[in-house]
């Protein structure tokens, strides 16, 4: 609540639900017959589950890059002019925690290495997990 009023957050339409590391680049090139994007074609949002958020850190006091580690693989994440946000600062905050991120995902290609890469996350969920203390 803020200044008496509820915040509603509108509901999310991810297109596809994938363990983190387990996009190929096949698969995300794929993606190219979808084009062209844009109003009543949207570019595919995707949950990564099953990371874990660790190297979040700033870049230039502006953006906040991190990696989401899973057992199937890392993917890096890059968000831009962010910092200072709530979804930046809750990037920052959630380093060494297992997440699920909502965004579009996209191919990084440097040196000629093609990696995937989530740029501009919109949404993140800290997974709490049931622990059992002994």
């Given at each position: 609540k803020?200044?008496?009023?509820?915040?509603?957050?509108?509901?999310?339409?991810?297109?596809?639900?994938?363990?983190?590391?387990?996009?190929?680049?096949?698969?995300?090139?794929?993606?190219?017959?979808?084009?062209?994007?844009?109003?009543?074609?949207?570019?595919?949002?995707?949950?990564?589950?099953?990371?874990?958020?660790?190297n979040t850190k700033k870049l230039k006091n502006l953006h906040v890059k991190g990696q989401l580690t899973g057992s199937d693989g890392m993917i890096d994440v890059i968000m831009f002019n962010c910092v200072g946000t709530p979804l930046g600062d809750a990037m920052l905050a959630a380093d060494g925690m297992q997440v699920d991120l909502y965004g579009r995902l996209s191919i990084n290609e440097y040196n000629g290495r093609k990696t995937v890469q989530m740029k501009g996350p919109e949404d993140l969920r800290v997974v709490e997990n049931d622990l059992e203390l002994v």
């Open positions: 803020e200044q008496g009023k509820t915040l509603v957050r509108p509901p999310l339409q991810a297109d596809l639900e994938v363990e983190c590391g387990s996009m190929s680049i096949g698969v995300l090139e794929s993606f190219d017959m979808l084009k062209p994007f844009g109003k009543g074609n949207s570019e595919p949002r995707v949950v990564l589950t099953g990371g874990i958020l660790n």
